[in-house]
Nanobody
């Protein structure tokens, strides 16, 4: 069993930065790949980024590539999402999710555990 808690969301102006944290509790979190997803009002949940259980492999949605960076700290059981050059279209609730697999993909279906989400609002 893994519990995930996101934090770090908030209100930021266009061009600003935020760092989201996904804190995990439970056993063997280091053996889970972690994904970040987001959901804007009236839209489907969409893939943002993923990181493998080693932390060596990452993948990003085209819409955030070059602006967002995902990383993990096994000692702290955390996964970070650093978001730079934020745009109003990045406004959404951001979720982290864990999948008991070495490398996870952009499909939210296979992920085993989800956090409750954190709101990110980018003002124009």
């Amino acid at each position: 069993q893994v519990q995930l808690v996101e934090s770090g969301g908030g209100l930021v102006q266009t061009g600003g930065s935020l760092t989201l944290t996904c804190a995990a509790s439970g056993r063997n979190f280091s053996t889970y790949a972690v994904g970040w997803f987001r959901q804007a009002p009236g839209k489907d949940r969409e893939f943002v980024a993923t990181i493998s259980w080693t932390g060596r492999t990452t993948d990003y949605a085209d819409s955030v590539k070059g602006r967002f960076t995902v990383s993990r700290d096994h000692a702290k059981n955390t996964v970070l999402l650093r978001m730079n050059s934020l745009k109003p279209e990045d406004t959404a609730v951001y979720y982290c999710a864990a999948d008991y697999i070495q490398i996870a993909g952009p499909d939210p279906g296979p992920y085993d555990y989800w956090g409750q989400g954190t709101q990110v609002t980018v003002s124009s």
